[in-house]
């Protein structure tokens, strides 16, 4: 996990809820991702960012928001537009937004929505 | 579609035994493949990455191999140990754009 937390590990939400999910390192990375895991699916990117106060849509944007106002920090909204919210988000990062660089993922957050 | 299936789905294996997990792709242009260890309930940790040039690529007991010409790629364990019981993703990158490509991951059980 390295020098990633997310937090919480797990949450519940009530249908119809928005929740955000933490995300930070101290790894002085640039990049930062928000991927979902489904059973038996791939990773799927949600939200990138490259630096600072700038950040791209990935495959499955619709349902969620994110910011990045400071490096360390990339915290993911899941809104009530997102219509199967239940899932295993995971956050990573790397030292740029290269494709050869390493990404580092964090713990996870299980979110489940009743 | 820029696409990896890896295969088998699914191994179980007896502690001590070798194994061979395969990962296919088809992205284009190749960059870079690598072999992600996955613990149950917890985030990837990187175990090999290889560019087009290279054709192996050890970390301890993981052994990877990279066929560029056939676009196919195998995870070696060796020797194998309860705590190699997890789920192992190929992730193969392009020079295009900026997206990784994931496998959907081989679940590997050891048993004592």
């Known amino acids: 996990d390295g020098g990633i937390t997310q937090s919480p590990k797990y949450l519940f939400r009530k249908e119809g809820q928005n929740v955000t999910l933490s995300c930070e390192q101290n790894?002085?990375?640039?990049?930062m991702y928000w991927y979902r895991q489904d059973p038996g699916q791939g990773l799927r990117l949600i939200y990138y960012?490259?630096?600072?106060?700038?950040?791209q849509k990935g495959d499955i944007a619709e349902g969620y928001s994110v910011s990045r106002e400071k490096k360390e920090s990339f915290p993911l909204t899941v809104t009530s537009a997102q219509k199967n919210p239940t899932a295993f988000y995971l956050c990573?990062?790397?030292?740029?937004?290269?494709?050869?660089?390493?990404?580092?993922f964090g713990p996870g957050t299980r979110l489940t929505v009743l | 579609k820029n696409q990896v299936e890896q295969s088998p789905q699914s191994l179980i294996i007896l502690e001590g035994k070798n194994c061979t997990l395969q990962?296919?792709?088809?992205?284009?242009?190749?960059?870079?493949l690598r072999w992600y260890k996955q613990d149950t309930g917890r985030g990837p940790v990187s175990l090999t990455i290889?560019?087009?040039?290279?054709n192996t690529k050890s970390n301890g007991r993981y052994t990877a191999t990279l066929d560029a010409d056939t676009k196919q790629s195998s995870l070696h364990i060796t020797a194998s140990q309860l705590s190699d019981s997890a789920s192992y993703i190929c992730?193969?990158?392009?020079?295009?754009?900026?997206?990784?490509?994931f496998g959907k991951g081989t679940s590997l059980l050891v048993t004592p």
């Open positions: 990573a990062s790397s030292i740029a937004g290269g494709i050869t660089d390493t990404q580092y």
């Open positions: 790894l002085n990375h640039d990049a």
């Open positions: 960012s490259q630096i600072v106060n700038d950040f």
């Open positions: 990962c296919n792709y088809t992205v284009s242009p190749f960059s870079n």
């Open positions: 290889m560019t087009f040039s290279e």
């Open positions: 992730v193969v990158s392009a020079h295009s754009g900026y997206a990784l490509n």
